[in-house]
């Protein structure tokens, strides 16, 4: 299942520790959130970087005070038809300022990708390897968004207001 | 009408490119028929008993004859040549190839139309009363607001994988022409005591198998607050909603479940926490979209001119005069309905030829606008009262002038199992079994005002919950029955029906509902008294009594 962050086929740098695991000193580990909770101390006591699998089911506002001990969210779908993580992307973004790398996994496909970014996430575990190397064309698929979200793209109702009182059009931004 | 820029043209363009690409991979093998079925349902492809359909959305109903006539080309160079009109006031195609799906869609964009969000688990196409714009009885166009609440909701990135489908209609008039009540999210505009225009909000509205009215979560909600508090309310629904049970995943369960109260509570705390950031409505913005909703230069004319009176002489365009036409807001102009459901016909089709025709007749007469309605007829919204015997000889030579709009033969039905694949039991052929029993016009404008609503299986998509007569097909030990209830509405007034006794056979519906309005001719206090009223006052078992008697 490939990797894609910053736009590009990337190696996964953490390794997922199950439930009853032990938690290496080194290196860095992505967690399920129970057990993130449980360990918090433990795991936020380590140098190298912490992750958290976090359920869909699960109220993100019991993440919210750690999140800058965190170097990674991942959120779940279990199917692509499963929404859920986009709520907990945004919410997490927009009202919780988390700014580390956020995750999509489980069902991830090209076909979701534009709705990914503009929720905030920023990286994305694929199921397709050609899904992934087709990352950058989906990613560019929608010029025109209505809706502001985090990721700060110009929405379709501002460009038209701006254009009417005479300002240029701007470069909008573009993942 | 409505003015396109090249935003949404951009957007149709890249929408359709996708498209493409997934038919490929589909094609391909690439994507299997699980994977591929939510990305053609969002695209408002369905996979029907003999082919796909292809369900295209008019947003608000409103149609330029321009894109009529793309309408009826592509019904034609895809299709069987014809189109059915739907509840939702979209219309759909039954008979396309998944290879010329694409090349349909780019068809469609060159006009601003689409199949985007028509079905799937996301937000559905807007719908608002057929009337706007030109209803007497409302308070301002409702069309600039489910403008306004559709281009948010379009892809909207957070809220297209929801549990179910999710259905918005937005009203302005006295009078409910949009059956608020049965919508998953309702926005009525109206005045509060201080004056100021703003939405009552309702949610959880919604037919099926557990059929609900939505209740009121906001009795006042400001303008500049409607993106933000349409967003809290779908953020809930889309974390808490069911998914586990697809009978139980529209909001309706939700709110049920939590209470109306309890569920407004925790929309208001979601709400505020957005209200003041970027959902806020800049007015700029509101004026933007109003400004792009263009109306005729109408003539300063007289109401009942002399051409029209003397035209009355003739009892064929009297007797559609009087049923077919209705009061618009400007003096000397009119609305008309179009009847989609001519004797014996199927409720809601029309064919490529027809739609031509009505594209010329709204050039001539009616500033190149069409409007479509829930029940499945088509309008002309701005004829000049001079014109209507002219109009009327126009659209009486192509068979949409039958003069029952808002009688016991304007059925609406759903396709049924003559298309669907989700049918139980056919709701066309008993349609038009109804409609040939009643097609003596003396008894059907006797009857008066009487909806006939059918649907083929519990899903309800012709809402017959909220039939004055509903009939609802369904199947027992391989057989088509029918249960039939009365009572139900969908105005400001709405109701669901009761039902009124075991389900009869195939056979017997036709009988059923000729004991059902015989019994109505009875029990009625005055001629004026509706239907619904007779039901409202008597109750359920007169009519049952009548029914049952012999059976």
């Given at each position: 299942m490939p990797l894609v962050r910053g736009g590009r086929i990337a190696a996964d740098n953490f390794t997922?520790?199950?439930?009853?695991?032990?938690?290496?000193?080194?290196?860095?580990?992505?967690?399920?959130?129970?057990?993130?909770?449980?360990?918090?101390?433990?795991?936020?006591?380590?140098?190298?970087?912490?992750?958290?699998?976090?359920?869909?089911?699960?109220?993100?506002?019991?993440?919210?005070?750690?999140?800058?001990?965190?170097?990674?969210?991942?959120?779940?779908?279990?199917?692509?038809?499963?929404?859920?993580?986009?709520?907990?992307?945004?919410?997490?973004?927009?009202?919780?300022?988390?700014?580390?790398?956020?995750?999509?996994?489980?069902?991830?496909?090209?076909?979701?990708?534009?709705?990914?970014?503009?929720a905030g996430f920023d990286s994305f575990d694929v199921v397709k390897a050609t899904d992934a190397e087709a990352f950058e064309e989906a990613a560019r698929r929608y010029s025109v968004f209505f809706q502001p979200t985090g990721d700060g793209r110009v929405t379709v109702a501002r460009e038209r207001v701006n254009r009417l009182a005479g300002q240029p059009r701007r470069d909008r931004v573009r993942a | 009408m409505y003015r396109y820029d090249e935003f949404d043209r951009t957007l149709l363009a890249e929408r359709v490119h996708e498209f493409r690409g997934q038919v490929a991979r589909r094609l391909s093998g690439e994507l299997n028929?699980?994977?591929?079925?939510?990305?053609?349902?969002?695209?408002?492809?369905?996979?029907?008993?003999?082919?796909?359909?292809?369900?295209?959305?008019i947003p608000y109903g409103t149609l330029s004859s321009k894109q009529?006539?793309?309408?009826?080309?592509?019904?034609?160079?895809?299709?069987?040549?014809?189109?059915?009109?739907?509840?939702?006031?979209?219309?759909?195609f039954h008979w396309i190839k998944l290879a010329?799906?694409?090349?349909?869609?780019?068809?469609?964009?060159?006009?601003?139309?689409?199949?985007?969000?028509?079905?799937?688990?996301?937000?559905?196409?807007?719908?608002?009363?057929?009337w706007a714009g030109v209803a007497p009885d409302e308070i301002e166009d409702p069309r600039v607001w489910a403008e306004l609440v559709r281009q948010h909701v379009t892809l909207h990135p957070e809220f297209s994988f929801l549990p179910r489908k999710f259905k918005i209609a937005v009203g302005a008039a006295g009078h409910d022409r949009a059956a608020l009540r049965i919508h998953d999210l309702a926005l009525r505009l109206h005045k509060n005591g201080a004056g100021e225009?703003?939405?009552?909000?309702?949610?959880?509205?919604g037919l099926g198998r557990t059929?609900?009215?939505?209740?009121?979560?906001?009795?006042?909600?400001?303008?500049?607050?409607?993106?933000?508090?349409?967003?809290?309310?779908?953020?809930?629904?889309?974390?808490?909603?069911?998914?586990?049970?697809?009978?139980?995943?529209?909001?309706?369960?939700l709110v049920h479940d939590k209470g109306a109260e309890q569920f407004a509570k925790e929309v208001e705390a979601e709400w505020q926490s957005i209200k003041d950031g970027a959902l806020a409505l800049d007015p700029a913005v509101v004026a933007e979209i109003a400004a792009r909703f263009e109306y005729p230069e109408y003539e300063t004319l007289e109401n009942e001119p002399a051409a029209l009176k003397a035209a009355r002489a003739d009892a064929r365009f009297a007797a559609w005069l009087d049923n077919s036409v209705s009061n618009h807001k400007r003096p000397g102009y009119a609305i008309v309905t179009l009847s989609l459901k001519p004797t014996g016909q199927t409720p809601g089709d029309a064919t490529s030829d027809q739609m031509d025709k009505i594209a010329d007749i709204a050039d001539r007469y009616s500033f190149g606008e069409i409007r479509v309605g829930h029940e499945q007829n088509l309008c002309l919204p701005h004829v000049a009262q001079r014109d209507l015997p002219e109009v009327w000889r126009a659209l009486d030579a192509i068979g949409v002038a039958t003069?029952?709009?808002?009688?016991?033969?304007?059925?609406?039905?759903?396709?049924?199992?003559?298309?669907?694949?989700?049918?139980?039991?056919?709701?066309?052929?008993?349609?038009?079994?109804?409609?040939?029993?009643?097609?003596?016009?003396?008894?059907?404008?006797?009857?008066?005002?009487?909806?006939i609503n059918i649907s083929g299986c519990i899903n309800a998509c012709g809402h017959h919950h909220v039939g004055h007569i509903g009939i609802l097909g369904v199947e027992k030990n391989g057989e088509e029955f029918y249960q039939i209830s009365i009572g139900g509405r969908a105005d400001n007034a709405a109701e669901l029906g009761a039902l009124i006794g075991p389900a009869v056979p195939y056979e017997q519906v036709a009988d059923v509902v000729e004991d059902l309005a015989e019994a109505y001719l009875d029990l009625r206090e005055r001629p004026d008294e509706l239907f619904i009223e007779t039901v409202k006052r008597v109750g359920v078992e007169p009519f049952k009594e009548r029914v049952y008697a012999t059976r």
């Amino acid at each position: 299942m490939p990797l894609v962050r910053g736009g590009r086929i990337a190696a996964d740098n953490f390794t997922r520790i199950e439930d009853g695991a032990p938690i290496p000193e080194e290196g860095a580990v992505l967690v399920p959130a129970a057990r993130f909770l449980a360990d918090v101390e433990e795991l936020t006591r380590r140098s190298a970087p912490t992750g958290v699998l976090w359920p869909n089911d699960r109220n993100v506002t019991e993440l919210a005070p750690y999140l800058d001990k965190l170097a990674l969210v991942a959120l779940v779908f279990p199917t692509f038809k499963d929404g859920r993580a986009y709520s907990q992307a945004r919410l997490l973004r927009e009202r919780y300022g988390y700014r580390g790398e956020m995750r999509a996994t489980g069902q991830v496909l090209r076909d979701q990708f534009s709705f990914l970014l503009r929720a905030g996430f920023d990286s994305f575990d694929v199921v397709k390897a050609t899904d992934a190397e087709a990352f950058e064309e989906a990613a560019r698929r929608y010029s025109v968004f209505f809706q502001p979200t985090g990721d700060g793209r110009v929405t379709v109702a501002r460009e038209r207001v701006n254009r009417l009182a005479g300002q240029p059009r701007r470069d909008r931004v573009r993942a | 009408m409505y003015r396109y820029d090249e935003f949404d043209r951009t957007l149709l363009a890249e929408r359709v490119h996708e498209f493409r690409g997934q038919v490929a991979r589909r094609l391909s093998g690439e994507l299997n028929e699980e994977e591929f079925r939510s990305l053609r349902l969002m695209n408002g492809i369905y996979l029907q008993l003999h082919a796909y359909m292809l369900r295209i959305a008019i947003p608000y109903g409103t149609l330029s004859s321009k894109q009529l006539r793309q309408l009826a080309y592509v019904g034609r160079k895809y299709d069987r040549g014809y189109g059915h009109f739907t509840t939702r006031q979209n219309i759909q195609f039954h008979w396309i190839k998944l290879a010329q799906l694409p090349d349909a869609m780019a068809d469609l964009a060159e006009v601003g139309l689409h199949g985007m969000q028509t079905s799937g688990n996301c937000v559905r196409n807007l719908t608002t009363d057929q009337w706007a714009g030109v209803a007497p009885d409302e308070i301002e166009d409702p069309r600039v607001w489910a403008e306004l609440v559709r281009q948010h909701v379009t892809l909207h990135p957070e809220f297209s994988f929801l549990p179910r489908k999710f259905k918005i209609a937005v009203g302005a008039a006295g009078h409910d022409r949009a059956a608020l009540r049965i919508h998953d999210l309702a926005l009525r505009l109206h005045k509060n005591g201080a004056g100021e225009t703003g939405f009552e909000v309702m949610v959880g509205g919604g037919l099926g198998r557990t059929p609900f009215l939505a209740k009121t979560i906001k009795p006042f909600l400001p303008k500049r607050d409607v993106l933000s508090y349409v967003e809290a309310v779908l953020r809930l629904y889309n974390q808490y909603g069911r998914r586990d049970n697809i009978y139980k995943a529209r909001i309706k369960i939700l709110v049920h479940d939590k209470g109306a109260e309890q569920f407004a509570k925790e929309v208001e705390a979601e709400w505020q926490s957005i209200k003041d950031g970027a959902l806020a409505l800049d007015p700029a913005v509101v004026a933007e979209i109003a400004a792009r909703f263009e109306y005729p230069e109408y003539e300063t004319l007289e109401n009942e001119p002399a051409a029209l009176k003397a035209a009355r002489a003739d009892a064929r365009f009297a007797a559609w005069l009087d049923n077919s036409v209705s009061n618009h807001k400007r003096p000397g102009y009119a609305i008309v309905t179009l009847s989609l459901k001519p004797t014996g016909q199927t409720p809601g089709d029309a064919t490529s030829d027809q739609m031509d025709k009505i594209a010329d007749i709204a050039d001539r007469y009616s500033f190149g606008e069409i409007r479509v309605g829930h029940e499945q007829n088509l309008c002309l919204p701005h004829v000049a009262q001079r014109d209507l015997p002219e109009v009327w000889r126009a659209l009486d030579a192509i068979g949409v002038a039958t003069p029952n709009v808002n009688e016991i033969t304007d059925i609406i039905a759903c396709p049924g199992l003559d298309y669907c694949s989700l049918a139980n039991a056919r709701a066309i052929p008993v349609a038009q079994e109804i409609s040939q029993r009643f097609r003596d016009r003396k008894l059907s404008s006797e009857l008066g005002r009487l909806h006939i609503n059918i649907s083929g299986c519990i899903n309800a998509c012709g809402h017959h919950h909220v039939g004055h007569i509903g009939i609802l097909g369904v199947e027992k030990n391989g057989e088509e029955f029918y249960q039939i209830s009365i009572g139900g509405r969908a105005d400001n007034a709405a109701e669901l029906g009761a039902l009124i006794g075991p389900a009869v056979p195939y056979e017997q519906v036709a009988d059923v509902v000729e004991d059902l309005a015989e019994a109505y001719l009875d029990l009625r206090e005055r001629p004026d008294e509706l239907f619904i009223e007779t039901v409202k006052r008597v109750g359920v078992e007169p009519f049952k009594e009548r029914v049952y008697a012999t059976r």
